[in-house]
């Protein structure tokens, strides 16, 4: 890695710079979707300027990059900045006099922010430490999608690309369907998992020791002590703050949905006996390598990688042009997502040229050999 590329990493700070500095220096007002507007219209033009990014970190590089604390740092920082912006966007509601279309940019830019701290929690999520686990679900908090940290990791890594899997979007299913499935699915898989945890251990499965239980309370709690803090200072935010808390959720984790429905979009691995599948390699994810969206997300977009050898930091992923490639960065991928007769003429046609390829015993071992 570059030094240059490193010290690009601090672009992840721009679209919470955009969204304060916007708001106060050209004195707020509409102003506050300035936060929408940068993540869906200026990256996807930025990402076009620069280009992609095929660069991959050498041998030599990798121990180093991983043991670097310049990285966590970034993604720490992004926890503290989540809550803060929250408290933030509670203040400028209570205080700054909006009008309802101007709370409407602030909603979407606040959801728009805060669905990258669903990556966050997800990056740390795949740590070991406690410290980084713990930090996962505090910001999985301000979202109320804490069962991501137990779905994801136990649920969508073991079952990704079968039928098994919820957060797995299969060809011509419609964003809008993936999300009932993913979201509802999810929430019950992490539920079951969770409640094996606790029948092997011999312990009560309704109980304060499921993880899933504190995962429904502790967003009511934020919620209601964010709600009686503003709340003592203008009686309209008894409820204008609960209906914003949910509502910047909603569009939080729906739009991480939107990347699982991207990222893995009619991608199947075969079945090589009953209930058995293959094991995942690098084929079975969608890949998009644009510069600018991958700095702001942390290279999730380098999502093969990451799926084959899910403990890697972010800083050490890979490219690699074996993996199906989308055509564009996730913020066009998503407004695509949303317009399912574009979203299909633009995909299908990849899926099938993957198709082609995904089951040609010679070419995978190819693939394997070149991640390895």
Not at 16 to 28: E, K
Not at 69 to 98: K, N
Not at 336 to 343: A, F, N, T, Y
Request: glycine share 6%; charged share 15%.
């Amino acid at each position: 890695m570059t030094g240059f590329k490193k010290l690009a990493f601090l672009w992840s700070y721009s679209l919470v710079a955009v969204i304060l500095f916007s708001y106060y220096l050209f004195g707020g007002g509409y102003w506050t979707f300035a936060g929408l507007i940068y993540a869906y219209g200026i990256i996807p033009i930025l990402d076009e300027i620069v280009g992609r990014d095929p660069n991959n970190v050498t041998h030599d590089q990798f121990e180093q990059l991983t043991q670097d604390i310049y990285f966590d740092i970034l993604v720490y920082s992004m926890v503290y900045l989540q809550w803060g912006v929250l408290i933030w966007a509670g203040y400028v509601l209570t205080f700054d006099g909006l009008n309802s279309l101007q709370m409407v940019g602030l909603l979407l830019s606040i959801g728009v922010f805060n669905s990258g701290g669903i990556n966050i929690g997800h990056e740390l999520g795949h740590r070991k430490s406690l410290l980084a686990q713990w930090h996962s679900q505090a910001i999985l908090m301000t979202v109320s999608y804490m069962h991501f940290f137990i779905e994801h990791n136990k649920g969508h890594h073991v079952h990704v690309a079968t039928p098994l899997d919820p957060a797995t979007s299969h060809k011509n299913q419609t964003v809008y369907s993936f999300w009932i499935q993913s979201i509802i699915g999810g929430w019950f898989s992490a539920w079951n998992i969770e409640k094996q945890r606790l029948e092997r251990a011999s312990q009560k499965v309704w109980s304060f020791r499921n993880a899933m239980i504190w995962y429904v309370i502790l967003p009511i709690v934020l919620c209601l002590v964010l709600t009686l803090a503003y709340g003592s200072q203008s009686i309209t935010m008894y409820w204008l703050m609960p209906v914003f808390f949910v509502m910047q959720s909603i569009i939080a984790f729906c739009s991480l949905e939107c990347v699982n429905y991207i990222e893995h979009y009619g991608i199947v691995r075969r079945e090589i006996a009953p209930n058995k599948y293959e094991r995942v390699n690098p084929l079975h994810s969608w890949n998009a390598n644009h510069f600018v969206s991958n700095l702001v997300l942390f290279q999730l977009q380098r999502h093969s990688d990451h799926h084959a050898f899910a403990a890697r930091p972010y800083q050490v992923l890979r490219h690699f042009d074996e993996s199906p490639q989308l055509p564009f960065g996730y913020p066009v991928m998503i407004i695509l997502s949303m317009i399912p007769p574009l979203w299909f003429k633009v995909m299908n046609k990849r899926l099938e040229d993957w198709q082609a390829k995904a089951y040609d015993a010679e070419h995978i071992n190819q693939v394997v050999k070149v991640f390895a």
